[in-house]
Nanobody, 117 residues
Framework: QVQLVESGGGLVQAGGSLRLSCAAS????????MNWYRQAPGKQRELVAS???????IYAESVKDRFTISRDNAKNMVYLQMNSLKVEDTAVYYC???????????WGQGTQVTVSS
């Protein structure tokens, strides 16, 4: 069955960095667009970054130039490097896989990122 497992979250001071990882299994990884979403308490889930099968990346304006999404198709992994973290980046971060052609959408369990001042 499909599994997306996030790791790398934790507590970090503002200005610091974290690297999130997502390990995918049960899907043909290289045909899926991979995404990172986040959800802060009391707020809607939002798209943070997306990377296509062709390695084209897009970012939410709030994280542009601070976060970098990447993928390793050989390892079925997607990463989110987060630099210059801000308190407002505090959220649960979710890995997501989409196969748009069929409308398939899979989610990981989330990993907590807490940025302290």
């Amino acid at each position: 069955q499909v599994q997306l497992v996030e790791s790398g979250g934790g507590l970090v001071q503002a200005g610091g960095s974290l690297r999130l990882s997502c390990a995918a299994s049960g899907i043909t990884f290289n045909i899926y667009t991979m995404n990172w979403y986040r959800q802060a308490p009391g707020k809607q889930r939002e798209l943070v970054a997306s990377i296509t099968t062709g390695d084209n990346a897009i970012y939410a304006e709030s994280v542009k130039d601070r976060f970098t999404i990447s993928r390793d198709n050989a390892k079925n992994m997607v990463y989110l490097q987060m630099n210059s973290l801000k308190v407002e980046d505090t959220a649960v971060y979710y890995c997501n896989a989409k196969f748009v052609r069929i409308g398939v959408d899979y989610w990981g369990q989330g990993t907590q990122v807490t940025v302290s001042s």
